[in-house]
């Protein structure tokens, strides 16, 4: 099965402000019944991709005997709908696409405090500081570019010089994309408020080339259509994969900011486990598992995402993760996604 991200992004607002539970379910997917603890089975509420993460769960369930009755929706939606349901949530994984959600979830002390012997697996700066979720894997921010439109001497120093005239034009953006939200969030928690409403403001007056999400803009850089876009590194491994083809062989390149520019954040997708949870030993199983060599490199070869835990090698056409020079943003403090939001549709790149 392919594993692709081709699907539509829910802004946070929406996803905190209305949901449908019938909206949230996964077709035949039953998850109504809370297990038992070490019954053999787990409720895992995914904010992740089905076609992305649906074989690693049959791995999980192959190896251990433990079934996993996942709910799919997007993360947003999951998010909203665990803080809906509180302690009745029949759900014992939160596995989210972004540090934010995360974050979102546990301020209403809902996750349990992992094992320092499962969190110690993962750096610090991609896991919570108070042990209540932990980072799985890694993905950066980066100025995807055509070589034949913008020469490699001619990239931009910092994510915000793409607010000047020479780029009018010029720049991809998917403002409802929830990478972009995370990574405006982080301008906010760096620089300010301020700051992040003058970059929106003149990204918006530099008339951006809007898209749906990542991969269309990649897809438009490599043909030309659009010289430079702004999105995550594994989207080029994703294109690659669907055209048959290898990164390298794509025109499409991609850009790291120097020197801790916000715009080469790395954010992670990671969990955080229920409270009703907290002694399952299914749940722990299932921890442990997403942290093992073979989930981390699933990561690495079929999503191209960073894994982040030692010992594991990243995607072939990306620096390595510790090589990144990456802004000075606790991901921690990503949590306020919902004012982000507002932030961009008061910004006018979302209609």
């Given at each position: 099965?392919?594993?692709?991200?081709?699907?539509?992004?829910?802004?946070?607002?929406a996803g905190l402000l209305t949901f449908g539970l019938a909206a949230c379910g996964s077709g035949d997917e039953d998850a109504t019944d809370p297990g038992k603890p070490d019954d053999k089975q787990i409720t895992v509420y995914s904010g992740r991709n089905e076609q992305l993460v649906k074989p690693l769960l049959e791995k999980f369930t192959e190896q251990t005997g433990i079934a996993v009755k996942p709910r799919y929706a997007t993360t947003a939606q999951l998010a909203a709908q665990l803080i809906?349901?509180?302690?009745?949530?029949?759900?014992?994984?939160?596995?989210?696409?972004?540090?934010?959600?995360l974050g979102t979830v546990a301020k209403r002390g809902m996750f349990s405090t992992l094992?320092?012997?499962?969190?110690?697996?993962?750096?610090?700066?991609?896991?919570?500081?108070?042990?209540?979720?932990?980072?799985?894997?890694?993905?950066?921010?980066?100025?995807?570019?055509?070589?034949d439109l913008v020469p490699a001497d001619q990239l931009p120093k910092s994510v915000f010089d793409l607010t000047g005239p020479a780029w009018k034009g010029k720049v991809g953006v998917a403002p409802t994309n929830a990478s972009f939200q995370a990574f405006v969030t982080a301008i906010r928690v760096q620089h300010g408020d301020a700051k992040a409403e003058e970059f929106l403001a003149g990204l918006k007056a530099n008339d951006p080339q809007i898209r749906d999400g990542n991969i269309k803009i990649v897809e438009d850089v490599n043909s030309g259509t659009v010289p430079v876009g702004l999105v995550n590194h594994y989207y080029l491994g994703e294109v690659a994969k669907e055209q048959g083809t290898t990164p390298d062989a794509l025109k499409v390149k991609l850009h790291f900011f120097p020197g801790g520019d916000t715009g080469a954040l790395v954010n992670v997708a990671g969990l955080g486990v229920l409270n009703r949870s907290a002694t399952d030993p299914d749940v722990q199983k299932f921890v442990d598992f997403m942290l093992g060599t073979e989930a981390q490199t699933y990561f690495a070869e079929q999503t191209f995402e960073y894994p982040v835990v030692a010992g594991v090698h990243g995607p072939a056409y990306v620096p390595p993760l510790a090589d990144l020079a990456v802004p000075d943003v606790d991901l921690n403090d990503l949590d306020t996604l919902d004012a982000t939001v507002t932030m961009i549709k008061n910004s006018g790149l979302v209609p």
């Open positions: 099965m392919l594993v692709t991200r081709r699907t539509t992004s829910v802004l946070l607002a809906e349901e509180g302690d009745k949530s029949p759900a014992d994984v939160f596995f989210a696409q972004d540090a934010g959600a094992p320092e012997a499962t969190t110690t697996k993962v750096p610090p700066t991609y896991r919570a500081g108070n042990g209540q979720w932990v980072g799985l894997s890694a993905r950066a921010r980066v100025l995807a570019y055509n070589p």
